[in-house]
Nanobody, 124 residues
Framework: QVQLAESGGGLVQAGDSLRLSCAAS????????MGWFRQAPGKEREFVAT????????TYGDSVKGRFTISRDNAQNTGYLQMNSLLPEDTAVYYC?????????????????WGQGTQVTVSS
């Protein structure tokens, strides 16, 4: 199995940028798809983005397209989420997740491994 740990969250103002990191340990990181999800208080967990092992397949949620960029560095066993033009509605706990498989997926239940989450708060 793989263990995941997010970092990089914090309090920023609307329009600012933030980069989240997801450090993986355990099994070979490049064996897995990586995904980012977020959950705001009282809301369901929302798909943000996912990337395959090589970076050749990337999918974004509609609410972050054009503002967020997912990437990974398999040599460093680390994934990233670059968040630009942040909005107050981006405020949430952000989770890194991993799954094995051939095809892309965007449902939380498709991902087996999860980090503990990192809080992102965007003030207006």
């Amino acid at each position: 199995q793989v263990q995941l740990a997010e970092s990089g969250g914090g309090l920023v103002q609307a329009g600012d940028s933030l980069r989240l990191s997801c450090a993986a340990s355990g099994r070979t990181f490049s064996d897995y798809w990586m995904g980012w999800f977020r959950q705001a208080p009282g809301k369901e967990r929302e798909f943000v983005a996912t990337i395959n092992w090589s970076g050749s397949s990337i999918t974004y949620g509609d609410s972050v397209k054009g503002r967020f960029t997912i990437s990974r560095d398999n040599a460093q066993n680390t994934g990233y989420l670059q968040m630009n033009s942040l909005l107050p509605e981006d405020t949430a706990v952000y989770y890194c997740a991993a799954r094995s498989g051939i095809y892309t997926a965007s449902r939380p239940r498709d991902f087996r491994y999860w980090g503990q989450g990192t809080q992102v708060t965007v003030s207006s």
